[in-house]
């Protein structure tokens, strides 16, 4: 048995970021991780396509079959949940794309009446934004009229290819909005210069998703954990925990299956659950703190697994008659528009989307990507045609909806199946409602409309992407009410005081951004207060 004064659960972004922020202050952190480090040994290239190499990178964890994984039954949900469990968590397989939730996201029910309110707005959160982006090297600009001043990014922009340039002409001549997108995408030669980095960290990155070589990716593998571990944080790969165990009504640490499969205990006098999503409540329903097993732990609320959220994607594509460079170029985002993102209830629905263009890939993509699999066309007789058609005279444009919360829509755990420490795996039980359906089918006319206006030929379009639920919130809610609410708005669970959760579990509601850059300062915020109320 080993002992330790904060013990986080999970090495991705959230358990990243935290790690790093209560390094040094006079306390021992350590970290378990399910995964392994990423091999970038045989990294993906752009415009190749390997099978094996295909199953090591993939998002899907039933197809990749990672020791690091756990059975996730997705049957019942038209949208696969993503993940990588491993150090740097899905920051090794993201693409980047960094985007700040807008002020009326935190105030969804004030404003329209749906889903709840978090119980702190953006200006709380803006400095530990700024910080995050400052910790991955974040590029953009500053300026877009959609959010209040802010200082910019520290790196500029990345440049806009011509397909970027050909749409945001589009965009122009309907007189709709849009701005350059950030991405933790920036440029090789300032990789070590990053706070926590390791000192090669330009050259540490294989599975970059950027098609660029002078330009490299934030995943917290090479960004963060290096500094973490030079500061005496300690990290235990292959570590599947199987269980929170208890105490006088606190929780006194985990068990869990070590590398070698033998199992052992790790006490702590702190546990912050940065887990993701679902592994975050299906360690709590997993676990029992004296209330019954069906109950789970931190769970008074009864919320923990409930409200669900995964923000339904569509893609549209548009294919130019000529090469625009979108088949080697960034997979982040080009340029994004909110233009149609606040509530317009004369359109059937609530709440938006955020638009993001991006390139469409290389012949890969082409082949086995939305939203090119919804056409037929691209196997048999046509395969040639067609591929020459499209490849680097495609372009993009990736919906990501909001997802209003639905108690329904929920991580269940499923003991048909389990990992190797014998934990039970989780059923996701989620259904797409109405809004969320007028919503896409709205956005998805006016984004070919765009396209359009750019001068694409032939325009493509997937309308609910299944292979698509990277963005994973919602299943342990923050508030202020124990009745209603799972942790505290710092993240402390109501229930059990030394219990934590950092990670997207608690959001109240997911905004129509990319998650990355919230999780980011959500951790960072809660990292503070933590030090602020724990300090030794």
């Known amino acids: 048995m080993s002992r330790t004064d904060v013990l986080i659960i999970g090495a991705g972004l959230s358990g990243a970021m935290t790690a790093t922020a209560l390094a040094g202050h006079g306390f021992d952190v350590h970290c378990l991780e399910q995964g392994s480090w990423p091999d970038y040994g ?7 396509f390997d099978p094996e190499t295909h199953r090591r990178w993939t998002r899907v964890p039933g197809e990749r079959g990672s020791a690091g994984d756990y059975p996730i039954d997705a049957s019942a949900s038209p949208v696969e949940p993503l993940m990588w469990n491993g150090v740097g968590g899905s920051t090794v397989l993201y693409l980047a794309k960094w985007h700040r939730m807008l002020p009326s996201d935190f105030r969804v029910r004030s404003l329209d009446g749906v889903g709840e309110d978090w119980p702190f707005g953006y200006e709380e959160l803006a400095p530990h934004y700024a910080e995050a982006e400052r910790q991955l090297g974040v590029s953009g600009l500053a300026g877009d009229p959609a959010y209040p001043p802010a200082d910019p990014p520290p790196h500029p922009p990345l440049p806009l290819r011509d397909f970027g340039r050909r749409v945001a002409h589009g965009l122009d001549s309907l007189g709709w909005d849009w701005w350059p997108g950030a991405s933790a995408v920036f440029p090789r030669e300032n990789a070590a210069r990053l706070p926590h980095s390791a000192p090669a960290a330009g050259e540490a990155l294989g599975a970059t998703n950027t098609g660029l070589r002078r330009t490299v ?19 235990t790969t292959g570590a599947q925990v199987r269980r929170l165990l208890f105490e006088g009504g606190r929780v006194a640490g985990v068990e869990y299956c070590a590398a070698d499969g033998r199992l052992r205990t790790m006490r702590a006098e702190h546990v912050i659950l940065c887990a993701n999503g679902i592994g975050t409540s299906r360690l709590l329903l997993a676990s029992d703190a004296g209330a019954g097993r069906d109950a789970g732990a931190a769970n008074s609320s009864g919320l923990v697994g409930r409200n669900l959220m995964l923000h339904p994607l569509a893609a549209v594509a548009g294919v130019f008659d000529e090469e625009v460079d979108g088949a080697v170029s960034p997979l982040g985002t080009q340029l994004q528009s ?27 993509s082409h082949l086995f990507s939305y939203p090119w699999t919804a056409d037929p066309r691209r196997w048999g007789r046509d395969f ?14 990736s919906i990501v909806s909001e997802d209003l919360p639905d108690p329904a829509n929920r991580v269940v ?8 420490a014998g934990t039970p795996g989780v059923r996701v039980e989620y ?31 997937d309308p609910l992407v299944r292979a698509s639920g990277w963005h994973l919130m919602g299943t342990a809610r923050m508030g202020e009410d124990p009745d209603t609410s799972v942790v505290d708005p710092w993240g402390r669970s109501h229930d059990v005081p030394n219990l934590h959760v950092f990670d997207s579990s608690a959001w109240p509601t997911s905004s129509g951004f990319n998650p990355a850059a919230t999780q980011a300062a959500m951790a960072l915020r809660s990292s503070a207060h933590f030090l602020a109320e724990e300090s030794w």
Request: cysteine-free.
């Open 384 to 397: 040639s045609t067609t591929m020459r058609e499209r490849l680097g005279r495609s372009a993009m444009w």
């Open 217 to 235: 990716k934030a995943s917290t593998d090479v960004t963060h954990w290096p500094g973490a571990l030079r500061a005496g944080v300690g990290l």
């Open 431 to 461: 259904r797409q409602d109405g809004n969320s359906k007028r919503l896409l089918a709205f956005h998805i006319e006016r984004a070919a409309e765009a396209l359009r206006a750019a001068g694409v030929r032939t325009v493509l379009a």
């Open 413 to 420: 755990l499923d003991p048909r199946r389990r990992d190797r």
């Open 42 to 48: 045989k990294p993906v290239h752009p415009l190749e």
């Open 338 to 364: 909110t233009h149609f993102y606040e509530t317009d209830r004369r359109r059937g629905f609530v709440r938006g989307a955020k638009w993001g263009l991006q390139p469409a890939g290389g012949p890969e």
